[in-house]
C-alpha cells in the first residue's frame, strides 16, 4: 500500500474531530481558543511527520531511492557510483632525432594540463610520441584527434616542438562523476540480471560500469564464445565513442576475464544518421522545434540498440511521430520523413540527422 501523505488542511481537521470526541465542550472553531492554537501546533508536526515517513517509504525500493540510499541499495549488489576519470591516449611531435625523453614532460590544451606517463625515444626523423594523461578528471578532458598541445615548459625541452598533435585516435575515457539515474539503471540492471558465469548481460554491465559508459549491448559472435559489446559514451556526439574510448573500455573488460570466453571485444556503434522533416507543425516556434528534437533523440537511446547482421533493429517510424505529439504545446504535425521503418545492420545506431521543417 502507498505511503498517503495528507495535506496541512486535512491533518488539521482531523486533529480538531478528535478534540471535540474526546474532550465534549472543546470549540476548535474559536480562534483565540486554546484547544485551536494546539490543533494547529499538533498538525503542523503531525504533517512534517508523515512528510518524513514518505520520504523514508520511497527509499525502501531502488527504483524512488535517492541520494545516499540509492548507493546503500546498489552497493548491497556490488554496484557502485563510478568516478570521474580522466582522458588519455598519444599525441605526436617533433625533437631532437634518436633522443630520450623522460616521462613528466606537461602539455596544455585550453585549462587541462596533460602528462606524459612513459618514457619515449624520438625517432632518426625526429618524430615524437609520447602517451599522456591529464592531470584533472572529467569530460571535458577529451580532445578529438588532430587537437593541438601545447609543451607547457618550452624552456625545459628546448629541442622539443611547442605543440604536439592528438593522433588519430584522440584522448579518450574521460568522464564526469555517474549521475544518480544511471546508478539506479545500473543497480536495475544488476537485480534483474544476476551473474550467470559469463552471460551476455555480465559482459553489458562490466562495461557500463567504466567511467563515462552510458548504455552497452552484448551480442555472440559467429564462433562459439566470441561475444562482441557495443557501448555508447557520455558526452560524444550522437554518444558514439571515439577510437580512445574503445580502448578504455576494452582494457577494463579484459581486466575482468568473464569465464565465457577471452575473444571478447568491444565495438564502437556506426552512426546513422536519422533525417527527420515535419511538415505543418502548429505552433511552429524555436521552443517546440527544440523539444521535438531532444524529444526525438531520448527515443533513440531508450528504444533503440544497435543492429547486426543475423539480428538487425527497426527503427519503428511510429516512434517519432510519437514523441513529437508527446511535445508539450504541439498541437499538429504530419512527418514527412522518414517514410518508413528504418532496418539497422552492421552495428549502425541512430544518431540525430538534419531536422527540416516545411510549411
Known sequence: ??????????????????????????????????????????????????????????????????????????????????????????????????????????????????????????????????????????????????????????GLYPDLSTTFEVDADGLGGGADIETNDS???????????????????????EVRAVSGVKQAWAFRGQNPGDVFVYFLFENRPGYIPEASDVTVVQAAIDAKRLIRSDASEVVAPTAHPVDVTISGLSPDNEEIRAAIETAIADIYLTKCRPGIAGNTFTLSRSWIGEAISGVAGEESHVLV????????????FPTPGTYSYTA
Open 1 to 154: 500500500m502507498a505511503w498517503s501523505i495528507r495535506s496541512l488542511d486535512d491533518a488539521s481537521a482531523a486533529i480538531r474531530g478528535s478534540f471535540r470526541r474526546w474532550l465534549p465542550g472543546s470549540d476548535t472553531a474559536l480562534k483565540n481558543n486554546f484547544v485551536t492554537v494546539v490543533a494547529k501546533v499538533l498538525a503542523g508536526i503531525s504533517h512534517e511527520f508523515e512528510l518524513r515517513m514518505g520520504y523514508l517509504a520511497r527509499q525502501m525500493f531502488l527504483t524512488s531511492a535517492t541520494g545516499k540510499f540509492l548507493e546503500l541499495h546498489c552497493s548491497d549488489v556490488g554496484i557502485y557510483r563510478k568516478k570521474a576519470s580522466a582522458a588519455a591516449g598519444q599525441a605526436v611531435g617533433t625533437a631532437a632525432a634518436s633522443t630520450a625523453y623522460p616521462e613528466g614532460i606537461r602539455f596544455v590544451s585550453g585549462n587541462v594540463t596533460y602528462v606524459s606517463t612513459a618514457a619515449a625515444t624520438s625517432g632518426a626523423d625526429g618524430s615524437l610520441t609520447l602517451a599522456v594523461i591529464a592531470e584533472t578528471k572529467g569530460s571535458n578532458t577529451n580532445r578529438d584527434g588532430g587537437g593541438l598541445l601545447s609543451l607547457a615548459d618550452p
Open 183 to 205: 546508478l539506479k539503471a545500473r543497480g536495475l540492471q544488476r537485480k534483474r540480471n544476476p551473474p550467470g558465469a559469463g552471460k551476455l548481460s555480465d559482459y553489458e554491465r
Open 337 to 348: 520523413a522518414p517514410a518508413a521503418n528504418i532496418v539497422l545492420t552492421g552495428g549502425q
